[in-house]
């Protein structure tokens, strides 16, 4: 009961500070379910199997479900995720934008 819920909120908290300090946007109050702006469409899309492939789960919420150019991950957060899986997705989304911008870079 009460001890998950408070588990599930440090969880919470830890990842949106963890993806604002690393430079996302982060959308929303804290719950459960954390939205990231992401933008653009196509690059949504590469940034969303480049996670994937990196080992992340992540769900893509595109156009007409959200704003054109708003698409976003949404992120599940739950009590049992320990600090080392949190501190690990967000070194792979950290590593997806490097990987995803660098790869725009060069075309």
Known sequence: ??????????????????????????????????????????LSRLMTRTALDLGAIVNLVEHPAVARNGARWRLQVMADHQEKDIDEFVGIAVDTRTRVLMREAVF
């Open 1 to 42: 009961g009460a001890t998950r819920r408070e588990r599930l909120m440090r969880n919470v908290e830890r990842l949106r500070t963890s993806l604002h300090e690393q430079g996302f946007e982060v959308l929303g109050g804290p719950s459960a379910i954390v939205p990231v702006v992401l933008g653009d469409g196509p």
